[in-house]
């Protein structure tokens, strides 16, 4: 006699004699007689024309569904949007919506308020700053170059906003510029 290994791997294939006996099992573990398996089969045939027959009226259904929407105007595009609104309104009404919205408003209150207190001591820090003495210097200085340059470029020295003396300045530029004319190398600089 031959020894064959026991387990889940076997080494050896399927015969044909071990498929006649997978074959000949029964799940059910019950021998069903000739006339039990006969009623078996006719409550089969019974339940798949009943199935076939549910599918049939349901396709007919569905049509007939779609015929009357199509009737009332009921369009797939106006049924989204409305199953979209009632889903939005139902959303809205949830209680975790309310407590959510209700958080963020909370915390857009404070984030205003912390915006606007920062921005007051911003300015009052500017406004300090302005008033001291270093920026006074450096106001000073300023003020005297701009009086500078109005003078050297050819306007008198009182009168006019930084953004003017700019401008005449881009001005006289653009004048020596196209009459080419060379102007001294200590009247350029400032």
Known sequence: MET???GLLDSEPFREADEDL???VNLNNSILTE?????I???LARLEEEISTLKQVLSSKERQ???LKQKLGITPLGELRSNFTRGWHDMQSSTA???TSETLSTAGQKTT???STLGTAISRKFGDM???PSFRSFEEKVETTVTNIKTKVGGSGNGGSFEEVLSSAAQASSQDAATGSLTDASERSC
């Not at 006339?35 to 009623?39: K, W």
């Open 35 to 39: 006339e039990e398996r006969e009623e």
């Open 97 to 99: 919506y309310k407590k």
């Open 22 to 24: 997978v074959s000949e």
């Open 113 to 115: 308020a912390a915006f």
């Open 4 to 6: 064959r290994q026991q």
């Open 65 to 67: 569904h779609l015929e």
């Open 41 to 43: 089969q006719q409550e």
């Open 130 to 132: 302005r008033n001291s």
